[in-house]
């Protein structure tokens, strides 16, 4: 088993935590029209302390301060951190998709991105480009039981192979940041999968 740095756990923990969007949305919230309100506040928040830390040098050291040990390389450069494309694909799918599919397309992120990390620098066994085959797996097992013991709608092979589509993003080389395309591209898979039954 390797070390995992503390920054890196530290980092996922709050990923994880991510988890009380979807969990929000299904047993609180429930209206598509509030969700988006609030999501959207959230997300127009996060753009401006984005901005801000670019712009003003307290807020910057103020933020550094406080999160620079958890920031990918190119986050630290001032790029958009990951939990804002977390918030931006949170808004985005729940306005274009129904409950049942925005809350397995946002446990795939949170839990099985999660898992994914963890697992796969813990137990780096079998190499797909910079990602591990145990990691991808385990994504793909945590967030397929996670999403399967929360859902009342949509078969489970649809949730299956949503998880599955999360997990192969997630490995893939895919430029963009895996907290928009994860939920965006498994929405979109389980969507596409309904249409055909």
């Not at 949170?110 to 910079?130: E, N, W």
């Amino acid at each position: 088993m390797n070390r995992i740095p503390s920054n890196e756990i530290n980092r996922k923990i709050i990923h994880f935590s991510s988890i009380l969007i979807p969990a929000s949305y299904l047993w609180f919230i429930k209206d598509q029209y509030v969700m988006i309100l609030l999501l959207s506040g959230l997300t127009i928040l996060a753009l401006i302390l984005e901005l801000l830390r670019n712009k003003l040098n307290f807020v910057n050291s103020l933020f550094n301060n406080i999160f620079f040990k958890m920031l990918r390389k190119n986050e630290q450069l001032g790029k958009l951190t990951g939990a804002t494309w977390m918030l931006i694909s949170s808004l985005i799918i729940t306005v274009f998709f129904p409950i049942y599919i925005v809350v397995p397309a946002l446990i795939y992120l949170s839990v099985g991105d999660s898992f994914a990390a963890i697992i796969g620098k813990a137990y780096p066994y079998g190499k797909l480009g910079k990602k591990s085959i145990t990691g991808t797996i385990s994504g793909f097992i945590f967030s397929s039981i996670f999403a399967l013991l929360v859902n009342v709608t949509l078969p489970a092979h649809i949730i299956i192979l949503g998880s599955l589509i999360a997990m192969i993003v997630e490995a893939s080389p895919i430029k963009l940041n895996d907290n928009l395309t994860i939920p965006i591209i498994s929405a979109l898979s389980m969507k596409l999968s309904l249409s055909l039954l």
